[in-house]
């Protein structure tokens, strides 16, 4: 293997901030690495790290790939220390495209639900009626935001507007303490409400415990999503016998295959999410949820447009995502748009 290695750090604002526990996320930092051969092919992929969720920063990405020269070798990506999860997976993916020739197109389904993410605070109702006419019929609500009292309120209003088979999935990204995660998953009981994703922190000290113990008090399921935080935490959780959802963010995960197959051999709940990446992970996280074999939940992936520049963003958020809209993604559009 010899492949030319070029990379493209970005930070790329956001259209409209994201609003969720943790404050108002404005833009994107990443890197996109593009390998080509002598043949002239070539393969893509993106570093998106979440600097919540810990491991590698966009900076980090930028110096150890600047540090593999102007040429690819075959073992690099393996010496690559194991902090580095996102940029592995995007060196991989670039491999697998340029050398394959093409994205391996998964097996299987032709589209997949989406869920439809809905602005945090008081605005949610009538987004959600908005969502709904165009035939979502499952929506993602930011908690955790705001007062907790003034969101349980809102609580009522919103389950009001889903349609008669609609879900809700709460995200509180680990706001609550135990007293308000209880509150409200007993609030939730007799709601409409699908899942709760990570409503308490991952990382305070008995995080876990204190998830398995809210999961076994309570009917409706909870998520956990910055919980997995790599393919270590997956296979914790399974060992802990976690009977609720994994949020998957294939963009976080080195190998997400590996992981998907340990979840798939334990029958697990997996949601696919987006870690709010360019097109150009986007396609291959989405190419992952496609080649899923378990039950297909509604993708986590109703977030486009999203970005400032419309050339960075994938397909824009509709009740059913196709294979087509993935297939189609161009790459050199957002590289082109990063010069
Ligand atoms: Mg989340």
Wanted: hydrophobic share 45%; net charge neutral.
């Amino acid at each position: 293997m010899h492949h030319r290695l070029l990379f493209r750090r970005y930070r790329a604002a956001f259209r409209l901030p994201l609003v969720t526990a943790r404050g108002r996320w404005r833009e994107r930092e990443g890197l996109i690495v593009r390998l080509e051969d002598e043949r002239g092919r070539v393969g893509w992929g993106e570093a998106a790290p979440i600097p919540w969720f810990g491991g590698e920063s966009a900076g980090e990405d930028e110096r150890a790939c600047g540090g593999l020269g102007a040429s690819l070798s075959a073992s690099a990506i393996s010496e690559l220390p194991a902090k580095f999860a996102c940029l592995k997976r995007a060196l991989s993916d670039a491999v697998e495209e340029l050398e394959s020739g093409a994205l391996v197109a998964a097996p299987g389904r032709e589209s997949l639900p989406v869920a439809a993410l809905l602005p945090a605070g008081p605005g949610a109702p009538e987004a959600a009626r908005r969502r709904a006419a165009e035939g979502f019929a499952c929506f993602k609500w930011k908690v955790g935001v705001g007062d907790s009292a003034g969101e349980l309120a809102i609580l009522d209003d919103l389950c009001g507007e889903l349609p008669s088979c609609g879900r809700l999935r709460l995200d509180a990204n680990g706001a609550w303490d135990r007293r308000r995660a209880e509150k409200w998953l007993a609030r939730c009981a007799d709601r409409p409400v699908e899942y709760v994703e990570q409503p308490t922190a991952a990382d305070a000290r008995g995080a876990d415990d204190l998830l398995l113990g809210l999961a076994g008090d309570y009917p409706t399921p909870i998520g956990l999503d910055e919980s997995i935080a790599g393919s270590e935490s997956v296979e914790r959780w399974l060992a802990a016998g976690w009977k609720g959802v994994y949020v998957i963010k294939p963009s976080l995960l080195a190998d997400p295959g590996d992981s998907l197959r340990k979840l798939e051999a334990a029958g697990a709940s997996v949601v696919f999410s987006s870690a709010l990446e360019t097109a150009v992970g986007a396609r291959s996280s989405l190419r992952t949820a496609f080649a899923w074999k378990g039950p297909p939940r509604a993708l986590g992936f109703g977030v486009w447009p999203l970005f400032a520049d419309p050339r960075l963003d994938g397909p824009t958020a509709a009740p059913q995502v196709r294979r087509q809209d993935v297939e189609r993604l161009d790459p050199d559009l957002v590289w082109t748009a990063l010069s």
